[in-house]
């Protein structure tokens, strides 16, 4: 048992020298995922704060003005152009330099102070509809602020309902405070999976497993000797990004470290998994290079990461829970932001537990049996 | 070709030799190796489908907890726009405690309260709905949030009808969202899974396929004979740039047949854009491939400059005018920006000369860049 570990060990350091010595390497399994939180930290968001809209102001009334001060004034909105004409709304929505256009028509004062109610017409560029809708609401809010105020301003009875809205656990409703603990599974998974199925695959390549072979290891330690070096790998990366997530962008972290770290092992764990089951089955490096990048892909797309998973056919939420991201992405925001437990996080462990035991075993399977 | 004698036209003549034959040698290599084939067209089908279907950001049959701590026919009537809307799949349920619980586990986006004295502060006219959305995934709340707004506009607007007090807002948002009036997300999903495509296999099928070629010592072999090391790119270049293109039909068809994604613009622009872009691609992995010379390392770099900032920073999902200034500076030097701005453009908006000249002008001037400093690596690896 003892002589087991020791050879597994063994093991281990060789793979680490044989990723770790060339600098090159080295650099590239721990530097990218620290600039690349640091750079979709900031990208990967879909707040909007800053909107370029053009107006065409056809009652230059001073409500209008109040009602464009109110937008300009929000932070957010940046009046790029006062157009004159009718013509020149299309020119600024299809050379996408604003990506609203509003009109305010002549009759806008007259109307509010009849009380029969004015109308703001926007448009917006739809060839991002989901940005598009998000500016829109925006827009409603400061209408809806406007019409508070002039309600108050000329003693008018108060909305007879009004939606008092919260969010929980995201106050503000920020994208980033769910991208970003979302990452931290998302870029340990890329380098984590292909260091794992092109380990087996160069030695093989380079007839180094038969030597391997011939050594008094037995197949499940020369898996583990694979195994432990992309693990250390993916937790360091993993932790790179969780440091980018606190000390960076100072998102506050709910839960425990403990039940964060023990879901994403599981998670490490079946990707390497994964990884090792590709590895066993390419005959190259190329092979195994193209069933990685086949799996991971989706993977990562189809995780809930950006899109969510409520949205996807039937069909292909079944192909979702053979991806591990899916369950690590949901662990590192439940954890992160909610605080939750392993009791409430079980639907998620179990799975991953059940992903990482069969792929290792199919793994090791696969190994002994080629060696025949 | 730069300063020197005057070519003969034999001499030209040599070279469309020796290139032709460079082609027709990497072709036979193409079509001989399962795995360029399956990268250049097998690939394509299969993520365009996967993503085409599985990415979508519209919300539909939101699950809801709605809370009634009041059973006056207002409050029910309430209830009812909720349970009739399409957006909402509403169960009711008796305790705030027991709602609480739904969202925590997730079974519900979120909480429709209607408090106790609902009715009657109702008749006072400052009645309120408490709504508690699920903030984790924020662009999901709010959209729920505006969907809640709407659903409650309808019912007021029905009350009004109905001869309620009558209470029209005093300005009201009239909006229209052109190229997109279905406001369906695949719209403009899909045009950007076309980049993400067409960046992966372009960069892959170069970058691989090279670093193999040196790792084995093959391209050293073709060094020793009279082809330069132009002629070696171009004759790589071509047979993929076919396949890639094989590959870009495959995703426009499906976009156009399976995800009925209207292409407003012409197909010459399209075809034009992409043939660029896919040259771009290419020649990334080109210079990748030439640069560290390691199947490893080259595919692990492919894949980080590659398929990851062209999902993120490049304008298909996240609004660029939105990031910091740094940020926005990195995506400029991104091929894939400029491509999704043409796509997203060419697909909905029709042929705006106003993007597409621009846009294919930097492609243009990114591909000429990177053939020629993939051909200075390869001369200086040679010395």
């Not at chain 1, 809930?304 to 069909?315: D, Q, S, W, Y």
């Not at chain 2, 049959?61 to 409050?75: H, I, K, Q, T």
């Not at chain 2, 210079?287 to 010379?293: A, G, H, N, P, Y």
Request: charge should be positive.
């Amino acid at each position: 048992m003892i002589a087991a570990v020791l050879r597994i060990l063994a093991l281990t350091r060789k793979e680490l020298l044989a990723v770790l010595k060339d600098k090159r390497s080295r650099l590239s399994l721990l530097i990218p995922p620290v600039v690349q939180s640091l750079i979709f930290g900031y990208a990967a968001t879909y707040d909007l704060n800053h909107v370029p809209y053009a107006v065409l102001d056809q009652d230059h009334s001073t409500s209008s003005r109040q009602l464009l001060a109110g937008l300009d004034g929000s932070g957010i909105f940046e009046r790029i152009a006062d157009l004159q004409r009718i013509s020149d709304m299309s020119a600024y929505i299809d050379s996408r330099r604003a990506l609203l256009v509003l009109q305010i028509p002549a009759d806008f004062e007259r109307r509010l102070h009849q009380g029969s109610g004015a109308d703001l017409q926007v448009i917006a560029d739809g060839r991002n509809s989901n940005t598009a809708g998000i500016a829109l609401g925006y827009l409603s809010d400061i209408v809806q602020q406007f019409n508070a105020g002039w309600r108050d301003a000329h003693a008018l009875p108060r909305a007879p309902l009004e939606v008092v809205a919260r969010a929980w656990y995201n106050p503000n409703l920020e994208t980033r405070w769910n991208m970003i603990p979302g990452m931290i599974g998302t870029l340990s998974l890329i380098q984590t999976m292909m260091l794992t199925a092109m380990s087996v695959a160069r030695e093989r390549e380079q007839g180094t497993f038969d030597q391997l072979l011939v050594t008094p290891f037995r197949p499940y330690e020369i898996m583990a000797g694979k195994a432990l070096p992309s693990m250390l790998v993916g937790t360091i990366q993993a932790t790179g990004v969780l440091l980018v997530a606190q000390l960076w962008f100072r998102i506050p972290f709910a839960g425990s470290y403990l039940t964060l770290y023990a879901g994403l092992w599981l998670f490490l764990l079946a990707a390497i998994g994964i990884g090792l089951l590709l590895s066993s089955l390419a005959a190259t490096m190329q092979q195994a290079m193209l069933y990685s990048m086949l799996l991971i892909m989706p993977f990562s797309l189809l995780s809930g990461l950006t899109t969510p998973l409520t949205n996807m056919p039937r069909a292909l939420q079944y192909f979702t829970a053979i991806n591990p991201l899916r369950y690590a992405i949901d662990i590192a925001r439940r954890v992160y932001l909610e605080g939750a437990g392993l009791a409430l996080l079980w639907p998620d462990l179990w799975p991953l537990a059940v992903l990482a035991a069969l792929t290792l075993a199919a793994a090791s399977w696969v190994f002994s049996h080629r060696m025949q | 070709m730069t300063v020197g004698p005057v070519m003969p036209d034999s001499a030209w003549a040599l070279k469309l030799r020796r290139i032709r034959a460079l082609v027709r040698k990497e072709t036979y290599q193409v079509m001989r190796d399962p795995s360029s084939i399956a990268i250049g067209i097998v690939l394509p089908l299969i993520l365009i489908l996967l993503f085409g279907y599985g990415l979508s950001l519209d919300v539909k049959n939101v699950p809801l907890a709605l809370v009634m701590e009041d059973g006056s026919s207002d409050a029910v009537e309430l209830a009812g726009a909720f349970e009739l809307s399409p957006y909402f799949r509403p169960q009711r349920v008796l305790s705030m405690p027991l709602a609480q619980r739904l969202l925590l586990e997730q079974k519900v986006d979120g909480i429709v309260r209607i408090q106790s004295d609902f009715a009657h502060r109702l008749a006072a006219g400052d009645a309120s709905l408490q709504l508690i959305v699920h903030g984790a995934d924020a662009n999901r709340a709010r959209i729920i949030q505006s969907y809640v707004q709407g659903a409650v506009g309808v019912w007021s607007a029905q009350r009004v009808a109905e001869g309620h007090a009558a209470d029209t807002p005093p300005l009201t948002l009239e909006s229209r969202l052109w190229f997109n009036e279905a406001n369906d997300s695949s719209y403009f999903l899909v045009p950007g899974l076309i980049v993400l495509v067409m960046t992966l296999i372009g960069g892959l099928l170069t970058s691989m396929v090279m670093a193999r070629e040196w790792e084995r010592g093959t391209l050293e072999a073709l060094f020793v004979t009279p082809v330069r090391s132009d002629e070696i790119l171009l004759g790589k270049t071509l047979p993929y740039f076919l396949l890639g293109l094989m590959g870009l039909g495959v995703c426009v068809f499906a976009a156009e047949f399976l995800f009925r994604v209207p292409l407003r613009g012409s197909l010459w622009v399209l075809l034009g854009a992409s043939m660029l872009y896919v040259l771009v691609a290419l020649g990334i992995g080109l210079l990748i491939s030439s640069w560290v010379k390691n199947q490893l390392v080259a595919s692990q770099l492919t894949m980080l400059v590659t398929f990851m900032p062209a999902f993120m920073l490049s304008g298909f999902l996240f609004d660029l005018r939105s990031m910091p200034l740094i940020v926005r500076f990195i995506t400029y030097l991104l091929p894939a920006r400029y491509y999704v701005a043409l796509l997203q453009s060419v697909f909905l908006a029709g042929d705006v000369w106003s993007v597409i000249v621009p846009n294919t002008l930097v492609l243009a001037v990114m591909a000429t860049a990177l053939g020629m400093s993939s051909r200075a690596v390869m001369n200086k690896r040679l010395i």
